[in-house]
């Protein structure tokens, strides 16, 4: 089982979808399983897709260094060739050491902002859990109070155990849907940053 609770650990796509929760007895109020999957699913969504434009930052990176070997390679051959030895204009080898170095730096602040997203995602998202359940017992005492009254004050405990189930399950079905929303406004905030270097680059 992945220990969620430590923050020291960077999350994998991995880990993300093998996570699994300690289920709560009968008599312990919990969160349900499935919105938990639910949820553990998009995060994973969205560090694929993190994944996946770091990689193609690096790519670029790769490739800019890969033109630097090359023309390193071509000027080797020219000493060679020439009678006398060809150096490289001191402004060539800046311009192209400028561009492995802002390479670099587009791919260091793609990975850094990808970081700050994912972890305020995080705090948001366990910020939400936590005033989901709030609610969702307020709402389910509320809804069982109002089931007694029109009981004539009369119990019944596994009608009012199906209430408080019913009505968290609708509250956190509001939440997973809060964090769909979330979620999909942290991938556009990626994608808006990574076509902003792109621009730059």
């Known amino acids: 089982m992945y220990n969620y609770r430590s923050r020291d650990v960077k999350v994998t796509v991995g880990q993300v979808n093998n996570a699994r929760f300690s289920m709560t007895s009968l008599t312990r109020r919990g969160y349900q399983p499935d919105e938990v999957h639910r949820f553990l699913e998009l995060v994973a969504d969205e560090l694929a897709s993190r994944d996946q434009r770091e990689a193609a930052l690096r790519i670029d990176a790769e ?3 890969e033109a630097l070997r090359s023309w390193q390679s071509q000027q080797s051959s020219l000493r060679l060739q020439a009678p006398v030895p060809a150096t490289p204009t001191s402004t060539a080898v800046n311009l192209v050491s400028q561009a492995q170095q ?3 730096s587009y791919v260091n602040q793609a990975q850094h902002y990808s970081r ?3 972890a305020q995602a995080r705090s948001q998202a366990s910020e939400l859990m936590r005033q989901t359940q709030a609610r969702a017992k307020e709402e389910a005492d509320r809804a069982v109070a109002e ?3 029109g009981n004539e004050g009369r119990r019944d405990a596994e009608a009012e155990d199906r209430i408080r189930q019913l009505v968290r399950a609708r509250s956190f079905l509001e939440a997973v849907e809060v964090a769909e929303e979330q979620l999909r ?3 556009e905030g990626l994608e808006q940053e990574v076509a902003k270097l792109q621009r730059e680059a």
Do not use: G, S, V
């Open 63 to 65: 490739k800019l260094k």
């Open 185 to 187: 406004m942290t991938r």
């Open 116 to 118: 700050q997203i994912i």
């Open 147 to 149: 089931y007694r009254r």
């Open 102 to 104: 802002q390479a670099e």
